[in-house]
């Protein structure tokens, strides 16, 4: 996948966020194990609600800083950081500067 060809897809309960889908291509359901990866774009103030998932989330964050929430506290991503949220686990999401942030998403089973 050439960074060009990734399509926009919106992510359920995300605000202030464009998302672009690497793999699997928008519309293909994964293959072989259910690996998705995309990157989002977070505009100041963007993020996502406290929600949790199935799936373990890994985020790698290419540029700006994040907030990143689970159950009753916070910590701050910055440009290289990363973090791997287990399935089950609430998260959120803050861009809580007045810069884009941007962060590589990959979400598998575990």
């Not at 990734?6 to 309960?13: L, N, Q």
């Not at 910590?75 to 949220?85: A, E, G, R, T, Y």
């Not at 500067?97 to 990959?106: F, Q, Y």
């Amino acid at each position: 996948m050439r960074f060009e060809d990734a399509r926009s897809y919106d992510a359920a309960d995300h605000f202030g966020m464009h998302g672009l889908r690497l793999f699997p291509p928008v519309g293909e359901e994964p293959q072989g194990g259910a690996l998705i990866c995309g990157v989002s774009h977070f505009l100041p103030g963007g993020g996502a609600q406290m929600k949790a998932s199935p799936r373990v989330r890994f985020y790698f964050l290419l540029s700006g800083e994040i907030t990143i929430g689970t159950n009753g506290s916070a910590d701050i991503l910055k440009k290289n950081d990363s973090c791997m949220i287990p399935p089950g686990e609430q998260r959120s999401i803050l861009n809580h500067t007045n810069d884009v942030a941007t962060m590589l998403v990959v979400i598998a089973e575990e």
